[in-house]
């Protein structure tokens, strides 16, 4: 199975990022989930490596890992409690139900509708200018969803600045 | 507005600005100061009582060890007192190297004091070292005079210990000629720093009526706008000779007491240029014997020192020793209005605001 | 295999021809991993001694500028100073807080000194002398740098200490903040090299219509300045670990080589901040023209690295520190805004430059001088407008009712 430096990247990555997504469901102390959950991130953006997808590994770093688990932190930090040590709350055996089925379905879409077959095409090698040529093309580009996500996301910070501040 | 709850935050008695053993107990709503309270006593030695069982000139010592930072003016409130209660005479010579000695002290003190105060709004140390080079050179001054750098007990009941050697005088006129520049040089890389002036200007106020209400004295009372100093107020030594300025500030704000600091120093060379000019010849030796017995009775002496009104109240039996010895140290007073200029500022301001004040813990906790 | 490469001036080209030696004669996977091992001792041989020569030149030129005279006794000049302390670091007992949350508090150190090195990664000393010319170089730069908050963060969490913790919330709170400006200033330059490679960066810079981008960046090259400063905490700006405030910051409960590892990551994001500014804005190996000949690129590149070194140290040694609320208010209100207005008009003029017909050396010129004036404008505008926080967080009453402290002072 692990036939090169590719493969075996991605084999030590994949474990990696598993091991450290599932101790970030089942961890007790959400401080060190939250740290795990910055494991999980960077082995992601470690197989976008692997995939030869640099510029999505770089944003991904930098916005997951970077800000992402920094807001969560924060959250973590804002919790009375940091160590959760109660019980499963009495939902566990209907959230369970629902979980498994989620998980099933996803796996279903992803795993099975996919055609898998493998491009005989090299990777494109600078990522970048290809992803900018796509988002941003004048005429079958996505200028216009991208300027109003960041509206979007402006109106939200500009909400929740409003909504902390009192007064 | 989210709601947080406030933490205690143990400041002190091992912290790296807290001026020695200084603690406080500081209520924080974030890094927000909700509620404040000084402890003291973590350097408390028993000065008044151990001074009970002491000869009056043998009381003296006590006086370097309480403010070590200006171990001088120490010295003279406690002999201002002592002769009070003695009605001890005092040469004119003795006189002016009272207030030369003491001048030199506030000098002294305001460099170490600003020095301190800089390094606790955040400087690495540049300005505090270049202020410690200024003091060296008075520490050389004083040790020509009494052989002591730190602990002096040079002014005694009656005068001085020893009148100055020769080499003394060419040494202090140099250094007050040479002063004037290095203040300006300091007021260069301080006053007009935009870092600093944010860090202190409108930081820690102490109104004008709240600063009087504490009993405060010193710098402290001054930067609040009150014109209020002993050497002009109720002069003692020669001071009513001399030609100086009170300097005071507009607000009372951590900046007003660091430039009333510095203004001082200014005044004090002053006051030395016309002290170094006019000293009589004379003897200044005390003309009692160490050890006398002052009628019974009480007398309270006080002196304006570098950090404000340090006062001494003595009660005699007739006996060798003090009946009494009550120290009325400025530092302890002046940081019971610390409380109300912290809350509502952060932890890095009451650090500055701490430092505006400028204790110093022998004498706080005696 | 040509013994002309190993001539020191191209230091670049050894690795070249050891690669190509190797995968025409040996293994393919040694093609790979020798080179990399080879450009990774490079790295160390370079860092490793810059780690104790910068501690010592910061010692001895803050004892300069202090009139004292620094550490002048172990070995000449005292330049066995640093591994003295070493020394005695790794000699230390380790102490770690009873309530310490162990596995982050332990990790911690790791987790801040690995991101510092990993920087090195992309930073080209000279010509070839990048051990990794990424093409998104400075998202990678950019992606690193945005760990160092990590650590920081676990240290100030897991060591149970109220100073510790404040440190963490501060290094959470600027960090972010200062990373916006941060990131900001350096589009200004991407847009005018048009890449994201260090490696093309610093090209772009001497490509004949360039020279060095401060002549062009004048206002973006400050801002950075400043961020970077906030980012590795130098003083005006080193609320984390604020002595006189919170003791020590983040590392007050760590000891031994702990902390030894903390200050090590804390000097080497220091230079490779020096060595980024260096690159993009000072022109990386390039040096001056009528020497370029006799010195080698990575010299030039190293003595730039020093020189701003010394720029950060001078900083240090003048001011005092500003408040937290003065410092993220001057972020938001003053660095981002600016850094903004300086990729509008950066843009405006790639467009321009792009259509024109005039010579390079005259709309250079031109560029310059907009720039410059453009630059000083706007600071002096808005120092103007902007007013440094100097209010109290709220009025005392309010303040008040948040809570007092116990009547009866504990017992001790």
């Not at chain 3, 009139?67 to 066995?80: C, F, S």
């Not at chain 3, 990048?130 to 897991?158: E, P, Q, R, T």
């Not at chain 3, 400050?222 to 700006?237: D, G, H, K, Q, Y």
Request: glycine share 6%.
């Amino acid at each position: 199975m692990i036939t090169d430096g590719a493969a075996f990247a991605f084999w030590v990555l994949a474990v990696g990022t598993c091991l450290a997504a599932l101790s970030v469901v089942l961890l007790r102390n959400i401080f060190h989930a939250a740290l795990l959950l910055v494991l999980t991130f960077t082995g992601v953006a470690g197989i976008y490596i692997v995939l030869s997808a640099d510029f999505l590994a770089g944003v991904q770093l930098l916005i997951y890992a970077g800000a992402i688990s920094i807001l969560i932190i924060f959250a973590v930090m804002l919790t009375r409690r940091p160590v959760m040590t109660g019980g499963f709350s009495r939902f566990s055996i209907s959230a369970a139900i629902v979980a498994v089925t989620l998980v099933i379905a996803l796996i279903w879409v992803t795993v099975g509708l996919t055609d898998w077959s493998i491009s005989s095409e090299s990777p494109i090698q600078p990522t970048t200018a290809p992803l900018a040529n796509a988002l941003f093309d004048r005429t079958n580009g996505w200028v216009l969803p991208f300027e109003v996500a960041s509206i979007v996301l402006l109106a939200a910070m500009i909400g929740a600045i409003a909504i902390v501040k009192d007064k | 507005m989210l709601k947080t709850e406030p933490y205690v935050l143990n400041m002190g008695p091992q912290h790296p600005s807290t001026h020695g053993v200084f603690r406080m107990e500081l209520l924080l709503d974030g890094e927000t100061v909700v509620d404040m309270r000084p402890i003291m006593g973590y350097l408390h030695r028993g000065i008044e009582k151990l001074s009970e069982e002491r000869s009056y000139t043998q009381c003296i010592p006590f006086t370097d060890r309480m403010d070590y930072l200006s171990s001088m003016t120490g010295n003279l409130s406690l002999c201002l007192a002592i002769e009070k209660l003695a009605g001890i005479e005092v040469s004119e010579r003795a006189k002016y190297l009272r207030v030369i000695m003491a001048e030199l002290q506030r000098i002294a003190s305001h460099l170490f004091g600003v020095g301190t105060f800089i390094d606790d709004c955040g400087a690495s140390g540049t300005p505090f070292l270049y202020m410690l080079r200024e003091r060296e050179k008075l520490i050389d001054l004083f040790e020509m005079a009494s052989g002591a750098r730190l602990t002096y007990s040079y002014i005694r009941p009656g005068g001085v210990m020893r009148d100055v050697p020769d080499e003394f005088w060419p040494a202090v006129r140099r250094f007050v000629a040479e002063m004037p520049r290095y203040i300006d040089e300091y007021e260069q890389l301080l006053t007009g720093n935009e870092i600093l002036r944010a860090r202190t200007i409108g930081v820690g106020i102490l109104p004008r009526e709240q600063a009087i209400n504490a009993s405060a004295s010193g710098p402290v009372l001054r930067g609040s706008g009150v014109k209020w100093d002993l050497r002009k107020a109720d002069p003692y030594c020669v001071y009513d000779r001399f030609d100086f300025d009170i300097p005071t500030g507009k607000q009372g704000d951590a900046f007003d007491r660091y430039f009333v600091r510095v203004q001082e120093m200014r005044q004090s060379v002053r006051i030395l240029e016309q002290a170094i000019r006019d000293i009589p010849s004379g003897d200044p030796l005390p003309k009692v014997a160490l050890f006398f017995h002052p009628p019974a009775g009480d007398a309270y002496g006080r002196s304006e020192t570098p950090r404000g009104e340090l006062g001494f109240y003595l009660v005699s039996d007739g006996s060798i020793a003090p009946y009494r010895f009550k120290i009325r140290s400025p530092s302890f007073i002046n940081i019971t209005a610390l409380c109300d200029m912290v809350v509502g500022w952060r932890i890095a301001d009451a650090v500055a605001i701490t430092g505006s004040i400028d204790i110093v813990m022998g004498e706080v906790d005696r | 295999m040509d013994w002309r490469d190993f001539y020191i001036y191209h230091l670049g080209k050894v690795n070249e021809s050891v690669r190509s030696w190797l995968s025409a004669h040996a293994a393919g996977w040694t093609a790979y991993v020798v080179p990399a091992i080879l450009g990774a001792i490079l790295l160390l041989v370079f860092l490793l001694p810059s780690q104790l020569m910068v501690v010592w030149i910061e010692r001895r030129l803050i004892a300069r500028f202090q009139i004292r005279r620094g550490p002048n006794r172990v070995g000449p000049w005292g330049l066995l100073q640093s591994i003295v302390d070493a020394i005695k670091l790794l000699s230390k007992e380790a102490i770690m807080p009873r309530y310490a949350d162990k596995w982050p508090y332990l990790a911690a150190p790791v987790v801040g000194f690995i991101p510092a090195i990993l920087v090195y990664a992309v930073i080209p000393f000279g010509p070839d002398l990048a051990f990794a010319d990424l093409n998104i170089g400075l998202l990678y730069l950019v992606a690193i740098g945005s760990y160092s908050v990590i650590s920081v963060f676990m240290a100030g969490w897991a060591s149970s200490n109220k100073y510790a913790l404040i440190s963490a919330m501060r290094s959470v709170a600027v960090l972010v903040s200062y990373e916006i400006p941060n990131v900001l200033a350096l589009v200004g330059v991407i847009l005018l090299a048009g890449s994201l490679s260090l490696t093309d960066i610093v090209r772009a810079q001497s490509s004949g219509s360039f020279t060095w981008f401060i002549t062009v960046q004048p206002l973006a090259f400050l801002i950075f300045f400043i961020t970077a400063s906030a980012e590795v905490n130098r003083t005006p700006v080193d609320l984390i670990e604020a002595e006189q405030e919170i003791v020590a910051g983040h590392h007050t409960e760590y000891s031994g080589m702990k902390f030894g590892l903390f200050y090590v990551a804390e000097y080497t994001s220091i230079l490779a901040a020096c060595a980024v500014m260096s690159t993009l804005f000072f022109g990386g190996w390039h040096g001056i023209p009528w020497l370029e000949r006799y010195i080698p690129p990575w010299i030039w590149f190293i003595a730039k690295i020093y020189i701003f070194f010394a720029v950060f140290i001078w900083t240090r040694a003048t001011l005092p520190r500003l408040r937290i609320d003065q410092l993220m208010a001057f972020a938001w209100k003053f660095l981002i805004p600016l850094s903004l207005l300086n990729i509008l008009v950066t843009a405006v003029e790639v467009l321009l430059i792009d259509n024109t017909t005039l010579a390079p050396a005259v709309w250079m010129t031109l560029l310059a001088v907009v720039n410059y004036a453009l630059a000083a404008l706007l600071i002096v505008a808005w120092s103007r407008a902007f007013r440094m926080p100097r209010r109290r967080s709220a009025d005392i009453p309010e303040v008040r009712r948040l809570g007092a402290l116990p009547a009866e002072t504990p017992s001790y």
